[in-house]
């Protein structure tokens, strides 16, 4: 008898990188490589890699480079030997960036030649040259003309999962058909990025997932379908550019002739369906059919997420409602000011990250009452297009460890103050992406969401959770029936390398009366323009707890 393929190979093509994740059967993790588009392709001159322009709110990538990454590690997988052992491809992406095809696309993914790149053969293929990507937050104008067209915030929140928002698809492609109508005629398919990755995988127009589909404004999360209503309020003809929507993980086909020819995949490996990399997370952290524990990743972005085992949309418009891998729904909040916020902090105080979190473990909770709110760049949560980083509390602007703490702080309890709506808190919050290997700022996570922290031997959760729906999809398609719990058990449950439980005096300094989650809401509050100057009650907080 043939041995059977032992391999599951996720792939994450994220904002700044492509990352390749194989695991095996048995519950090891074999492999990780990963390709930084800002060091390996600075001939797009991406920073981030996001490209380059004048605009605050503009924010595209070159889906050139995403090709040109994807030969890259393929190439790299087939010289390690790995290809051949694989038994199943899923993707995970950034979520929300949207890829126009033209008419030739099809025709030129089946038909590749073996001794020449994608990236060589299939640059014509695009109707726009660029990818608006999830940071894009320049379509106001049309997620007001969509709101209106369906009735207002609430009804398109109940619709599609969220209020009509920035960086979705269906307001990206509604500023695309009205400023350049001709390349949108020339538009034949329109791909989410998941998408496009799992087309160039399997040589034909692949299908969009609820993972990421719902993340469009374009679907109708009750049905699972493509939303007529939705469709038309955003562009005419819109429904035969978009492939098919799937609520559920599904094989989407098997790799196509060029990627067995030219990097030795055996031709019966499976491909999943593609998804976001924040449904993939949920996976990779082990949260399907989860409710106790809620998740954070500290990525580009920073989001907070949960599984919903009843579908539940916040009155207030906050946050999404997106799919999950076993057909179901997840809750999700994404905040720009991320990693970058992190970062600028870090550079303009000439820091090194553990510098950064010596200064966070010499602070103490509250930081006496100075309080950020991080605004370097449009914010998604709360929703801030004119960025401006606001100090309270006298909070000086030259004061390194304070302004550490004050923006760590700040990003967490916006976290809190945000999540309300996604049902019970949770006792545990597990903790991914670069940011979870920050002792310090897991303390402050524990604190304000008084709540044990757990962080993995794996920080690319999405890599991981790719793999592991390569895996779910190809053992169940072939003689081993596994649940997601097995598969949660095999590569996730014990592979926990750090567990904090919250200080109960930090906790009180954030969730007593007057504390500074109260804090924190009045200045959000005084700074979107509804609430009045929080210094009084600031100074009522440095008294209770900063004497
Ligand atoms: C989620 C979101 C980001 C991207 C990039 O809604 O916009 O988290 O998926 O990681």
């Not at 605009?55 to 390690?80: C, F, G, I, Q, Y």
């Not at 007001?144 to 492609?173: K, N």
């Not at 996976?283 to 998740?295: D, F, N, R, S």
């Not at 109260?518 to 900063?546: M, N, R």
């Amino acid at each position: 008898m043939m041995e059977k393929r032992r391999l599951f190979l996720g792939l994450d093509l994220s904002t700044q990188s492509l990352t390749a994740l194989a695991i095996d059967r048995s519950g090891d993790f074999i492999e990780q490589f990963s390709i930084n588009f800002d060091e390996r392709y600075p001939s797009y001159k991406t920073e981030g890699g996001v490209l380059i322009g004048d605009d605050p709110t503009v924010a595209h990538s070159d889906p050139n480079m995403w090709m040109e990454a994807l030969d890259d590690m393929l190439a790299l997988l087939k010289e390690k030997e790995l290809t051949r052992h694989i038994c199943s491809i899923a993707v995970s992406a950034q979520q929300h960036g949207s890829v126009y095809l033209n008419a030739s696309t099809e025709g030129k993914l089946s038909s590749l030649n073996p001794s020449l790149s994608m990236s060589q053969q299939l640059n014509t293929i695009f109707s726009r040259s660029t990818a608006p990507i999830w940071m894009d937050s320049s379509t106001n104008a049309e997620c007001r003309e969509i709101t209106e067209a369906l009735g207002g915030d609430t009804a398109v929140a109940h619709l599609t999962g969220s209020r009509a928002t920035e960086r979705f698809a269906g307001p990206q492609i509604r500023k695309f058909s009205k400023e350049k109508p001709k390349d949108y005629e020339n538009t034949a398919h329109i791909a989410l990025i998941s998408s496009f990755a799992t087309s160039l995988l399997v040589g034909t127009i692949a299908p969009i997932d609820g993972g990421d589909g719902y993340g469009t404004n374009l679907a109708d999360i009750q049905s699972a379908r493509w939303s007529g209503q939705a469709l038309s309020a955003s562009a005419s003809d819109l429904k035969s550019r978009l492939p098919k929507l799937v609520p559920q993980d599904e094989i989407v086909g098997n790799v196509s002739d060029y990627l067995s020819e030219r990097f030795g995949f055996h031709p019966e490996t499976s491909v999943a369906i593609g998804s976001g990399d924040n449904p993939c997370s949920l996976v990779g952290l082990g949260l399907i059919g989860e409710t106790g524990h809620q998740a954070v990743s500290l990525g580009t972005s920073d989001t907070y997420f949960g599984y919903l085992p009843e579908l539940a949309v916040s009155d207030r418009g906050e946050g999404h409602v997106f799919g999950t891998a076993d057909g179901k729904y997840m809750a999700l909040l994404c905040f720009k000011n991320g990693s970058p916020a992190r970062e600028t902090i870090k550079d303009r105080f000439n820091l090194s990250w553990e510098k950064f979190s010596d200064l966070l473990m010499d602070t103490r909770p509250g930081n006496a009452g100075q309080i950020m709110l991080p605004y370097f760049s449009p914010e998604i949560t709360p929703l801030v297009l004119n960025p401006r980083v606001w100090r309270f509390g006298g909070l000086p602007e030259s004061d390194a460890a304070g302004n550490v703490r004050a923006v760590v702080e700040a990003q967490i309890m916006s976290m809190y103050l945000h999540s309300g709506w996604m049902g019970t808190r949770p006792q545990t919050i597990l903790v991914t992406a670069g940011g979870s290997e920050n002792r310090e700022l897991l303390k402050v996570i524990s604190q304000v969401f008084n709540a044990e922290v757990h962080s993995f031997e794996v920080k690319d959760s999405a890599a991981l959770g790719a793999a592991i729906r390569a895996a779910h999809c190809c053992l169940n398609h072939q003689d081993e029936a596994v649940s997601w719990r097995d598969l949660t058990d095999r590569y996730v449950r014990d592979k926990v390398t750090e567990k904090i439980k919250p200080d109960e005096d930090a906790v009180r300094v954030f969730h007593g009366e007057n504390g500074l989650l109260e804090i924190y809401k009045a200045c959000e509050e005084y700074a979107l323009g509804s609430g009045e100057d929080p210094e009084d009650k600031i100074k009522k907080f440095k008294k209770i707890y900063c004497s």
